[in-house]
């Protein structure tokens, strides 16, 4: 089951077991749970992932919602997953990592770049995380918009436009997550990252990247390399035209 309390964007109702996809009713059943758990201790906390908030919003958020409705049996498997309009949703492991990564705290200002289904964006706010989310195709925006409702999730801002350019009237954020291949990093970006803020982004041509981590200590901007990745392109002014 799916808690999702803070709000900034009305009160949602309340997280269920079952839920509107699709045009048909959607159980999140003991068995999807099982699977749930088995995804966290084989892919996640087997491959070092030990961040106990990152563990408990992967083990409560419903994959399956997210994902195709045929597809709904391969949900919890090891693998990326396409979607819609050309986007895929990631590898479970590689949301608990870039998660884990950025580390949102309860409160925090968190911009995500690329909402596409919702279900990274379903991971911040399930961390407690107020997210401001920007998705450049509008049917992907709406349709997640609508599931995260259904779901109960009150705490996110929804943005359709180029998330490139980032968005400057809410900046600064304290983490910044791009679920998108950049060919480098987008200077908004940078520029509307807070004092101490973390920003999580693939960098690289459009087959892979390096999933890089920048931290901004004063005027002073950090880099490391995480780990070899593969994302769909982010589209934009900073991105790929």
């Known amino acids: 089951m799916l808690m999702m309390e803070n709000s900034s964007h009305g009160n949602g ?35 070092g992932v030990r961040n106990p908030r990152v563990i408990r919003a992967m083990a409560s958020v419903p994959r399956h919602f997210f994902t195709r409705r045929e597809e709904n049996a391969a949900a919890y498997s090891d693998n990326a997953m396409a979607s819609d309009y050309g986007q895929t949703i990631s590898q479970p492991f590689m949301v608990a990592m870039m998660t884990a990564e950025l580390n949102p705290t309860p409160q925090q200002r968190i911009l995500e770049i690329g909402t596409g289904t919702g279900y990274q964006t379903a991971i911040l706010a399930r961390m407690g995380a107020e997210v401001f989310t920007i998705e450049c195709v509008p049917e992907l925006s709406r349709t997640a918009e609508n599931r995260l409702r259904q779901l109960g999730v009150a705490n996110i801002h929804y943005r359709i436009g180029d998330g490139s350019m980032g968005w400057e009237s809410f900046a600064p954020f304290g983490g910044i997550l791009v679920t998108a291949g950049a060919p480098a ?3 908004p970006l940078l520029e509307q990252l807070a004092d101490g803020g973390k920003l999580v982004i693939p960098i690289g041509d459009t087959s892979v990247q390096m999933l890089k981590c920048f931290r901004r200590r004063g005027d002073t901007i950090g880099e490391t390399d995480i780990l070899d990745c593969r994302f769909v392109p982010l589209r934009g002014q900073y991105g790929w035209r």
């Open 13 to 47: 109702p309340p997280a269920a077991d079952m839920l509107t996809h699709s045009g048909s009713t959607l159980a999140d059943t003991p068995e999807d749970r099982r699977r749930r758990h088995e995804m966290v201790r084989r892919q996640i906390l087997a491959r």
């Open 185 to 187: 990093v987008p200077q």
